[in-house]
C-alpha cells in the first residue's frame, strides 16, 4: 500500500469550511490531507488523533447503476490514514488504528478497530485430532498442509517441533502492529463489529457479524469474499476462499480456494486448498486438499482428511472411553463416507475406500486400499479393492486436477493428484501380502475370513487379490513407458538415475514423497541447516517437482519384485514386451470393469422416477432426454477413447521394442 508522503496541514480557511461542512477535529494541527484534495467530499466526519486524508477524484458505480462519488460522509476516524479515492460512509461508532489503501469501499459498519499490539490470527494454536489438545498447530499467514501436517503428526520428534513453532512465531511477528491494515479496492459494508483484522488488497466484506483476530490474505487474482451473517474469530482466511451464509468459525485456518457457506460451523480446525464445507459442522478436524461435506446432518470430529467426500449424515465418535474426547481417526486419500455412516475412533480407513453403515469395533483397512467397508448385521465386512473398478473413483480422480481453482502463481499447498502413486502401490503390496496370508492361515476352502475386526468372504479376497494385481500392472507399466518415452534409446537408460525413491512412500496432506526425503529435510530442520521458514518450502517444493524420477527408482525396483526379475533381465527387449503386454491387458480390463459399472447407471432399475403419466417407451424418452444416452455419455466416450489411446501406445513400443 503507497501513499503519497506529500501530505501537507488544512488552512484556517479550509479548517473553517469543513467546520461548516459539519466536521469536527480535537486538534485540527494533526489532520494531513492531499494536496489537491477536494473538501466538499469531506461532511459529517469527526477526527481525532493523526490522520491524514487522500484525494477524491473518482466515484464508485453501485449495483443497478447507481453513482456514489467518493468521500467521507458520517463518520468518526481515530488514528487513521485513509488512501485515494475511497468511499467511507455511515460508520455508526468509529474506525481506529488503520490504514485504509487506495480505491477502497467502506459503507454502514459498525467498528472498525485495531486495539493493541495484535498478528491478526498469526499464531493462533489450533487443536486439531485431539480435542482436548497435543496436536496443536500454529498457524500463519502462509501456513501449507504439508508443514501443518509435520507439526500435527510429528509430535514424537518434539525438537521439530520445537523448530516449526518457531518459524511460525518468526512470520506472525512480521504482521504483528499496533496498527491495522484494509489494502486497496477493499469493500466492507454492511458490517458490524471488526477487531484486530488484516484485510488483503480486493476484499470484499458484505453483512458479516463479527470478524475478530483474523487476516483475509486476498490478492487481485483471487479475493477474498466475507459474506452474510458470518462470524470468526482467531482466524486466517487465504487467497480465492469465500466464506459465506452465516457460517461460524472459531480457532479456524481456511486455505485457498475454499468455500464454506450455509450455515456451516468449525472450530480448531484446518481446511487447505480447495475445500467445500456446507451445512454441517466441523471440530477439531485436519481437512487436507478437496475435502468436501454438504449435508446438515453431517459432522466430521477428530480426523485426518483429503480428497473426502462426506455423505449425508456422517459421523464420527471421538469418545470411546471415559476419559474424555481424546481419540482420533484418519480417512487416507480419496476415502469416502456414505449416507448415515458412523465410525468410532481410533480407526484408520484405507485409501480410495468407501464406508457404509456404522462401524464401532476400531477398523484399521490401510493396508487394504480401494476397499468397501459394509455393516452388515451389526458387523464390519471388508470388500478389498472393489472400489479399482467403480466409475465414482475414476470421476474423483479426473476432476480433482479440473476443480482446482487456485491462481497458477502463489500456490502454499503441494497436490499430487495421482490415483496409482508409489504411495497407494504400496499399500496394494501390503494388500496382497494380508490377503494371500490369510488365504494359506484358513485355508483356500474358508469361506469367511477375519482382518482386523472385519469379515471378508472367500470370493471378495481372491476378487481382491486379483485387482490388486492389476492395479499393479498398470501403475508399473505406465512407469516404464513413461521412462521408456523420456529416453533418447531406449532400454538402454532404463536404470533409475539415483536410489532416491526407493523405500517407504508418505502422504503428506496431499504431497506423496519418499519417506527417506521427508526424514531428511525434518533431521535438517532439528540441526538447524533449514533454519527458515522459505528453506523449509524451497525442500519440499523441490521434493514435489522431482516425484517422477523418485517414482521410477521406487517402480524399477517393484518391477524387479513383482515379476521376479533381475537387473540384467530388463536389458532384453522381450522382457519389456512382455511388461508392456501385461501392462496393456491391465489397462483394457479395468476400462472394461469401469465400462460395465457405468452401464449399471443406465439399467431399468435407475429409469424408476422417470416418464410421469406415460408408458414404456415414454420413460424411455424423458430418461434419455434428462440423462442421455449411454454410448454418448461423456464418461463412456472417454473410456472408450482411454481404451484405443493405451492400446495404440501399448502397441508402438511393442513395435519399436520388437
Known amino acids: 500500500m503507497n501513499y503519497d508522503m506529500n501530505y501537507r496541514k488544512l488552512t484556517p480557511t479550509e479548517i473553517e469550511r469543513l467546520e461548516q461542512q459539519a466536521c469536527s477535529a480535537e486538534d485540527w494541527d494533526r489532520i494531513s490531507v492531499h494536496p489537491e484534495v477536494n473538501l466538499k467530499y469531506i461532511r459529517s466526519v469527526r477526527f481525532s488523533g493523526e490522520c491524514r486524508i487522500g484525494c477524491f477524484e473518482k466515484g464508485f458505480t453501485m449495483p443497478g447503476g447507481m453513482n456514489k462519488h467518493s468521500g467521507l460522509y458520517h463518520a468518526t476516524l481515530h488514528n487513521v490514514t485513509v488512501g485515494d479515492n475511497c468511499c467511507i460512509e455511515n460508520i455508526k461508532n468509529y474506525i481506529a488504528n488503520y490504514d485504509i489503501g487506495h480505491d477502497s469501499f467502506i459503507e454502514n459498519v459498525d467498528i472498525i478497530i485495531c486495539d493493541g499490539l495484535s498478528s491478526f490470527g498469526n499464531g493462533v494454536e489450533v487443536s486439531v485430532l485431539n480435542e482436548t489438545g497435543g496436536r496443536e498447530v500454529t498457524i500463519h499467514n502462509q501456513l501449507s498442509a504439508q508443514e501443518a501436517y509435520m507439526q500435527a503428526m510429528y509430535r514424537h520428534r518434539p525438537r521439530l517441533i520445537e523448530r516449526l513453532k518457531h518459524f511460525a512465531d518468526e512470520i506472525a511477528q512480521i504482521y504483528t502492529s499496533t496498527r491495522g491494515t484494509i489494502g486497496d479496492n477493499s469493500t466492507i459494508v454492511d458490517t458490524g463489529y471488526i477487531k484486530n483484522l488484516y484485510v488483503g488488497p480486493w476484499s470484499k466484506i458484505e453483512g458479516a457479524g463479527k470478524l475478530k483476530n483474523g487476516s483475509l490474505m486476498s490478492r487481485e487474482t483471487s479475493p477474498v469474499h466475507i459474506g452474510y451473517g458470518v462470524i470468526a474469530e ?244 505406465n512407469s516404464l513407458i513413461s521412462r521408456l518415452e523420456k529416453t533418447a534409446n531406449g532400454q538402454e537408460q532404463l536404470a533409475p538415475d539415483s536410489t532416491v525413491g526407493e523405500g517407504d512412500w508418505l502422504d503428506l496432506s496431499g504431497l506423496i514423497a519418499p519417506h527417506s526425503t521427508i526424514t531428511e529435510l525434518m533431521n535438517d530442520i532439528e540441526a538447524g541447516t533449514v533454519d527458515t521458514y522459505n528453506k523449509m518450502n524451497a525442500r519440499l517444493r523441490e521434493i514435489h517437482q522431482n516425484y517422477y524420477d523418485y517414482e521410477w527408482a521406487w517402480a524399477y525396483k517393484l518391477m524387479l519384485r513383482f515379476y521376479h526379475l533381475k537387473e540384467e533381465d530388463l536389458k532384453r527387449k522381450e522382457v519389456l514386451v512382455d511388461i508392456i503386454r501385461s501392462w496393456k491387458d491391465a489397462v483394457v480390463g479395468l476400462d472394461k470393469m469401469l465400462y460395465q459399472d457405468a452401464k449399471k447407471e443406465f439399467s431399468l432399475s435407475t429409469k424408476t422416477g422417470f416418464g410421469f403419466d406415460g408408458n414404456t417407451r415414454t420413460v424411455e424418452a424423458d430418461f434419455a432426454e434428462v440423462r442421455g444416452q449411454f454410448d454418448s455419455n461423456p464418461f463412456v466416450t472417454a473410456v472408450q477413447n482411454h481404451i484405443a489411446i493405451k492400446t495404440a501406445l501399448g502397441d508402438k513400443w511393442i513395435e519399436i521394442l520388437s
Open 234 to 477: 482467531d482466524f486466517i482466511v487465504q487467497n480465492g476462499s469465500q466464506i459465506e451464509d452465516c457460517t461460524t468459525l472459531t480457532r479456524v485456518y481456511v486455505g485457498q480456494s475454499c468455500t464454506l457457506g450455509h450455515g456451516y460451523s468449525a472450530s480448531d480446525s484446518l481446511f487447505f486448498c480447495n475445500c467445500q464445507e456446507e451445512n454441517g459442522e466441523a471440530c477439531a478436524i485436519f481437512a487436507g486438499p478437496f475435502t468436501v461435506t454438504h449435508h446438515k446432518s453431517t459432522l466430521l470430529i477428530a480426523g485426518i482428511f483429503s480428497f473426502m467426500n462426506a455423505g449425508s449424515g456422517s459421523n464420527q465418535s471421538n469418545h470411546m472411553y471415559k476419559l474424555g474426547p481424546i481419540h482420533q481417526g484418519a480417512l487416507e486419500r480419496g476415502a469416502k463416507t456414505a449416507s448415515d455412516s458412523y465410525i468410532l475412533w481410533p480407526a484408520r480407513i484405507g485409501a480410495f475406500s468407501l464406508v457404509m453403515g456404522r462401524h464401532s469395533t476400531n477398523p484399521d483397512t490401510s493396508a487394504l486400499p480401494f476397499s468397501y467397508l459394509i455393516e452388515k448385521n451389526g458387523e464390519t465386512w471388508l470388500a478389498p479393492a472393489v472400489n479399482l473398478r467403480s466409475v465414482g473413483t475414476i470421476r474423483d480422480a479426473q476432476k480433482w486436477p479440473k476443480r482446482d481453482k487456485r491462481s497458477k502463481e502463489g500456490q502454499l499447498d503441494l497436490v499430487n493428484f495421482n490415483l496409482l502413486s508409489p504411495y497407494t502401490i504400496d499399500k496394494m503390496m501390503q494388500g496382497l501380502d494380508v490377503l494371500q496370508r490369510l488365504r494359506d492361515l484358513s485355508g483356500a476352502t474358508s469361506d469367511t475370513y477375519t482382518y482386523q475386526s472385519a469379515k471378508i468372504k472367500h470370493s471378495a479376497l481372491e476378487r481382491g487379490i486379483e485387482l490388486y494385481r492389476i492395479a499393479i500392472r498398470k501403475f508399473l507399466g
